[in-house]
Each structure stands twice: as C-alpha cells, then as structure tokens.
C-alpha cells in the first residue's frame, strides 16, 4: 500500500524541475518509503512537460500529467490520481527547505491534527510579505479562518478527506479554498515554521491577473453557494 502521494505541479520550469525533483525525491524517500510522486505540468510555455517525461522515466514510483494552466488545476489533477493514504501538495521551484519535511510527516502521523502544513518565516521580497499578510488578513476578517500562512505548503493530509473537502479552484486560490473549509468543518491544523528558500529559477506567477482572481473569488465564495453544504 501506498502511504503518501506528492503532487508536484510543474509550470516553466524547464531548467530547473531535474534538480528541484532529485532533492525532493530523496528527502521524501529517506522519510516515507512508501510514496509516490505525481508531477503536474500545467500549460508551460518552454519545455517543461518534455522534463517531466524524462523524469518519470527515470524514478521509479513516479508518474507525470498535465493539467491546464492554474495551479489549482494542477493540484486538483494530481490529487485525483494520488493513490496514497496520505497525500501532499507543494511547490516544485526549489523554494522549500527539504529540512521540515520529516517534522511534518511526523506530525501527521501523530494523528493529533487534521492537516500539518508549513509556515514560511520570510518572503522572496518586502512586497510579497504586506501582500500575503494582507491577503490572510482580508480571508480572516471575511470568513473567520485563523491567521496563518494560507499558501504555506508543503501541507499533508489523508486522502480520505478529498471527499468531504470538495476542493474546486483552478487557480492560486485553491490555498484559501482549502483554508476556509477546513475552518468551516472545524478541522484542526498543525503549522511547522520554514525558511523559504530563494527560487532556483523560473519566475513567480503573482500578477495582476492573480489579484483580480483573488478578490473575484472571495466574492463568489461569501456570496455564492460554494459553502453553504458544509
């Protein structure tokens, strides 16, 4: 039996997605033998998703997809093809100290809480640090979730909860999705302080674009139907 699924969403990251893989790889495979690794590629526009296949074809338990562009959608694709009793969801761009990893398979294992996640103690830039400090401000203000660190991941959780979570986001807002629900149904969460690491390469996907989704989303979900069954 499978006991974890990491799902590794991959977007022009062609030159760095080999290395970024083999560190990941190993530190998960040194702390849980039994897992799994699903890499998402999701409407890159350099050549990603040739990477993938190579990688897929070179480590055993690892599988490659595609998915369209949006991170949620990558995670969503991911998730739903994870075998693991646990599954685990994270960036792929070398941002993640590899360290904390143990500590949170640990954590979960303890069954004492529901979802065991990261929190990042520094940001890539002061900008991004007011913006994500605002953005967990207005979540928490608007829908009563706890302060912390919304798009903080890795973050494992047992698959058996895929269900009841419902998870519908295509985009960076998946992360506060997942957040607002887990706070609806009560759920407890474990947060494990992480240095994040500077990016390896590629480039951030924070745009424009993004905040309007943000706010185009808290809107849909304080006023539409997407909570009311829970």
Known sequence: MIELSIILPVY????????????????????????????????????????????????????????????????????????????????????????????????????????????????????RTIVSFSFSTIISLLFKTPSIDINGSPRIFEKKYLGILDLKSKDSFIDAEFLIKITRLGWSIKEIPMENLLRIGGRSTRSIKTYIEFFSNIYKFKFGRNLKKL
Do not use: H
């Open 12 to 127: 022009n990251e062609e030159k760095i997605i080999k290395s970024s893989f083999e560190e990941i790889f190993k530190k998960v495979k040194e702390t849980v033998k039994s897992s799994e690794f699903i890499l998402v590629e999701n409407g890159s526009k350099d050549k990603s998703l040739e990477e993938v296949k190579k990688i897929s074809e070179s480590y055993p338990f690892t599988t490659y997809t595609t998915a369209k562009k949006g991170y949620g959608s990558a995670v969503l694709k991911g998730l739903k093809l994870a075998n693991g009793k646990y599954v685990c969801y994270m960036p792929s761009d070398g941002q993640i100290d590899l360290s904390v990893f143990p500590k949170l398979w640990k954590e979960v294992k303890s069954g004492k809480w529901n979802v065991v996640k990261v929190k990042r103690i520094n940001r890539e830039s002061f900008w």
